[in-house]
């Protein structure tokens, strides 16, 4: 398990009630291809770390990614899969990656949330307390249209949550002088707008360290992902 390029974060980890992982660059892979052949190819070690990380065969549930606001949601029934824009009128979807998505949320146990990133911010948001969790794939369109606020507000609606309550965590993702947009401190200040207080960014920037991240600015698109993973335990 050491063995494996992934890591993991202190305040999740002292949560108690979920599981996570952020996997890094895969080691031996050529990721020289368009975004679905390398997904194929990074799927071995990437079940692999979920494998090691506690997943085991729980149903991983993706977004497309589109750099919208959209949020998914893994319903109380678990068999009724919806997909939400923060207005009326759900759809029903039969497969496992939401269309037109870029994050999710649950109240479910045993279920696994997967986003896709190579310089966007994977954002994790965990509310202990009811309990719920949310994922979403937020990069510089997607923090300008505010998915994260739209996720918090999602969680609050559907599942009661306090933002008070709630621990957001910041993955690795590009940052200034390597790209020309904070969009992780937008984040933070959108978060802190909704009263979250426990915000965490790991501070790390994806575009500085090619040997442990892909970059899509760095490597001028012709590059891997990181897949963060989230689920209630």
């Known amino acids: 398990m ?12 002292a949560v108690g009630i979920c599981r996570h992982v952020f996997t890094q660059r895969i080691p031996g892979i050529d990721v020289s291809h368009d975004k679905a052949e390398v997904l194929e190819r990074l799927s071995v070690a990437h ?4 494998e090691a990380t506690g997943f085991g065969d729980w149903p991983l549930f993706t977004a497309q990614q589109i750099h919208g606001n ?6 109380t029934t678990r068999s009724a899969l919806r997909a939400d824009s923060g207005r009326r009128g759900a759809v029903s979807l039969p497969a496992h990656e939401f269309p037109r998505s870029d994050g999710i949320i649950t109240n479910q146990r045993g279920v696994a949330l997967g ?7 994977a954002v994790y948001i965990v509310d202990p307390k009811t309990p719920a969790i949310g994922l979403v794939h937020s990069g510089r369109k997607g923090s300008e249209l505010g998915i994260v606020t739209n996720a918090v507000g999602q969680m609050s609606e559907r599942f009661g949550s306090d933002p008070v309550h709630m621990i957001v965590q910041l993955s690795p993702c590009i940052r200034p002088p390597h790209y020309e947009v904070d969009f992780a401190a937008e984040i933070i200040r959108q978060c802190r707008v909704l009263g979250v ?14 040997r442990r991240y892909y970059s899509y600015r760095a ?3 012709k590059t891997g ?8 335990a």
């Open 225 to 232: 992902r990181m897949l963060a993973v989230l689920g209630l």
């Open 70 to 75: 959209r949020i998914a949601v893994v319903d």
């Open 2 to 13: 050491m063995d494996l390029p992934f890591e993991q974060f202190p305040a999740l980890n």
């Open 115 to 121: 986003i896709y990133v190579a310089d966007c911010c």
């Open 47 to 50: 079940q692999e770390i979920q």
């Open 197 to 210: 207080r426990n915000v965490r960014d790991c501070g790390t920037c994806t575009a500085c360290d090619l």
């Open 219 to 221: 490597e001028k698109g």
